[in-house]
């Protein structure tokens, strides 16, 4: 029986994608729909041991991205939310092009600034561990990206601290590691208390039941109402970077009632 305290449910076991919005790149490969369908996602029997249904991801050279998205605006400010989903990597996930990152989870906050450079809240800084500051277009992404072997995992966690006197957003990027392991699935619970006070704005990770992340973070700059897409999947930036491989399911969001169990995998 689903929690009274799951704002959404999703383990793809009935054969679709209902409630879900699927994110792809639409301007090479992934035109054609039986290629977006059958291809790109694709829901099949769990590999790894698992039973049901999972959705495999696979990104060709002239992808961008294959990603399910918990859409902008449903993560507000001031609220808090529990996030569960699985992730599984083949061994050899990783066919590198001219790059070899990618990213499986991502989440920034909501802006427009893809559309117009120069909109509210487009003209920020990172400040980095060595103390150095580089500029950045809108939203930095707090994302989780693992090793091109599979077998540790990197998570990017932008924290904001001010504003400075010409108007732009100062984030501090914090990177968290924590080992994996291909060809096993790999269960991950996220915490966000997305408070505009600093004091109590939080972000926890857990990895198969093991804490890995549990900062004071402030994901959310001032006169920012929610975060944009929450999204799980494969992306490896512009085309031409490469292929991808790896499977999602069980994605679960709670309320700031659910607990950890509501949304475990």
């Not at 991502?106 to 580089?134: A, E, H, R």
């Not at 512009?238 to 399911?249: K, M, Q, V």
């Amino acid at each position: 029986m689903k929690s009274a305290n799951l704002i959404k449910e999703y383990n793809f076991d009935q054969g679709n994608y209902q409630g879900i919005i699927r994110q792809y790149q639409d301007k090479t490969c992934s035109q054609n729909s039986l290629y977006i369908d059958n291809s790109l996602f694709q829901i099949v029997d769990a590999p790894g041991g698992r039973s049901g249904k999972a959705v495999k991801h696979h990104i060709l050279n002239c992808d961008e991205r294959s990603e399910l998205v918990i859409k902008h605006g449903t993560l507000k400010v001031d609220e808090e939310y529990w996030i569960g989903w699985s992730m599984y990597l083949p061994k050899n996930y990783n066919k590198p092009g001219k790059q070899s990152y990618t990213i499986t989870q991502q989440m920034g906050f909501n802006n427009t600034c893809w559309q117009n450079v120069k909109g509210t809240n487009c003209n920020n800084l990172i400040k980095k561990s060595d103390g150095s500051i580089t500029p950045k277009i809108g939203s930095p992404i707090n994302a989780l990206l693992p090793s091109v072997d599979g077998t540790n995992l990197q998570y990017d966690l932008y924290d904001y601290i001010k504003t400075d006197p010409e108007g732009r957003l100062i984030f501090e990027k914090k990177v968290f590691t924590m080992p994996a392991k291909p060809e096993q699935w790999q269960d991950f619970v996220m915490y966000l208390n997305l408070s505009s006070d600093p004091k109590q704005a939080r972000f926890k990770l857990w990895k198969n039941g093991q804490l890995y992340i549990d900062e004071r973070v402030r994901l959310l700059p001032p006169n920012v109402g929610s975060l944009g897409d929450w999204k799980i999947g494969a992306y490896n930036g512009e085309p031409g970077n490469g292929e991808r491989i790896l499977y999602t399911d069980a994605l679960k969001l709670g309320n700031k009632n659910a607990s950890f169990n509501d949304v475990s995998p």
